[in-house]
């Protein structure tokens, strides 16, 4: 396993200048992990200009000189069975270069724009991911809190973390993300890749786990 000085991880906001650094970053972090290929650079490409786009709550972590790890966030909303609705946060993609990967990087840059959220005024994060990555940083099952998507489906990926204790108070909630998600479209997707060094893409297990997460839900 790598071995960094953990003293010297710089954890700063992104800047302009940052911003294809991050998109390679991205794409290296991310490469045929759920599908041959990935998107989440174009991902990242295309939120910075986006209406629910915070860069206020975007952070890179940077390793003498280099950047390795980095996290986005968009606004997203819970809305109760009347209607109403409450703003709060979902973040992604979150990128850990795979030579810096499980040395804690991904937890500390998380732990690190909590915080900031929390100074902003915000109460809860609401993501989808893999359990493995995110429990151990505070994250519950969305059944727990009573989030569910339409049609009171509570998808085995859908994970709840409260910034402030109590804010799930037990009432029912649908999640609404951004729509930026709907603007992923392959074509633009391959266009937007073929401007990096070619890669291979291929079929990996992780593909399946993927599948597993994202086509089940948790019963009662």
Request: with cysteine; net charge negative; charged share 25%.
């Amino acid at each position: 396993m790598k071995q960094i000085n953990n003293q010297e991880i710089i954890i700063r906001p992104e800047q302009k200048s940052d911003y294809r650094a991050v998109e390679e970053l991205t794409r290296e972090a991310f490469w045929n992990v759920y599908n041959p290929g990935c998107s989440e650079h174009y991902l990242a490409h295309i939120m910075r200009t986006h209406r629910d786009f915070l860069p206020e709550l975007t952070f890179v972590a940077e390793y003498r000189g280099q950047i390795v790890a980095s996290i986005m966030y968009m606004k997203s909303w819970l809305e109760e069975d009347d209607g109403t609705r409450r703003e709060i946060l979902s973040f992604g993609p979150i990128s850990v270069h795979p030579d810096f990967q499980r040395l804690g990087l991904g937890k500390r840059i998380m732990a690190h724009s909590f915080e900031a959220a929390k100074s902003l005024g915000y109460k809860a994060v609401v993501i989808f991911g893999n359990p493995e990555n995110y429990v151990s940083s505070g994250f519950k099952c969305s059944r727990r809190f009573n989030v569910s998507m339409d049609g009171n489906y509570f998808p085995t990926a859908l994970f709840c973390l409260e910034l402030n204790a109590g804010f799930f108070d037990g009432r029912h909630y649908v999640y609404r993300e951004s729509n930026v998600v709907t603007l992923l479209d392959d074509e633009k997707v391959e266009e937007f890749d073929r401007s990096f060094p070619p890669k291979e893409k291929g079929w990996v297990p992780s593909q399946e786990k993927f599948y597993i997460y994202s086509h089940s839900s948790v019963g009662e």
